[in-house]
């Protein structure tokens, strides 16, 4: 069963920082493209970013509101992936999923975590 | 970045009765669209890919069209479970976008 598990959500201070965690079970994780996606409270979804996967080049992309403050990273001996949130602002509150697409045969399903809370407030 | 930008914003609807909702793109996306469904509290679920191309296990009443910068998903007789948030997602270019969504509320 392909599971996606987050954690390290929480609540950070303007101009913190904090570390979210994605664990992959059930699928060969080190040939995923994985990506994050967040939706702020009450808000639609926002496309944050993706790694693709070592084979791939493991290439990063981001969307525009937080190029330079967040990284995306990978540890595929963990069957983990992470999000590293800098500077973070107001506007950063959301909930974080991590996503991804597996390849069954011609078809592609994309399975998503629960999510993870991250709340900026001073 | 490309902008997508969805209609209506919400809309009323009975069950059993035909909806239609719009996604539109900034510009020529050829079908690299998807749409999703997120119901209240879980994350989102893809319906459709590649604009067309239903997901496994995604009733018939769904159905997607298009090509280029609009895109259409059409629900043939909404169903009780059918009450949700679709959005749309073209993955042509990144940044990856999202359109803001089309809430389907019960009339």
């Known amino acids: 069963e392909v599971q996606l598990v987050e954690s390290g959500g929480g609540l950070v201070k303007p101009g913190g920082s904090l570390r979210l965690s994605c664990e992959a079970s059930?699928?060969?994780?080190?040939?995923?493209?994985m990506t994050w996606v967040r939706q702020a409270p009450g808000k639609g979804l926002e496309w944050v970013g993706r790694i693709k996967s070592k084979t791939a080049g493991e290439t990063l992309d981001y969307a525009t509101p937080v190029k330079g403050r967040f990284t995306i990273s990978r540890d595929d001996s963990k069957n983990t992936l992470y999000l590293q949130m800098n500077s973070l602002i107001t506007e950063d509150t959301a909930v974080y999923y991590c996503?991804?697409?597996?390849?069954?045969?011609?078809?592609?399903?994309?399975?998503w975590g629960q999510g993870t809370l991250v709340t900026v407030s001073s | 970045d490309i902008q997508m930008t969805q209609s209506p914003s919400s809309l009323s609807a009975s069950v059993g009765d035909r909806v239609t909702m719009t996604c539109r793109a900034s510009q020529g996306i050829r079908n690299d669209l998807g749409w999703y469904q997120q119901k209240p509290g879980k994350a989102p679920k893809r319906l459709i890919s590649?604009?067309?191309s239903l997901q496994s296990g995604v009733p018939s009443r769904f159905s997607g069209s298009g090509s280029g910068t609009e895109f259409t998903l059409t629900i043939s007789s909404l169903q009780p479970e059918d009450f949700a948030t679709y959005y749309c997602?073209?993955?042509?270019?990144?940044?990856?976008?999202f359109g803001g969504g089309t809430k389907v509320e019960i009339k």
């Open positions: 997602l073209q993955h042509n270019s990144y940044p990856q976008t």
């Open positions: 059930g699928f060969t994780f080190s040939n995923a493209w």
């Open positions: 996503t991804t697409d597996i390849r069954y045969g011609l078809r592609y399903i994309d399975y």
């Open positions: 590649a604009a067309s």
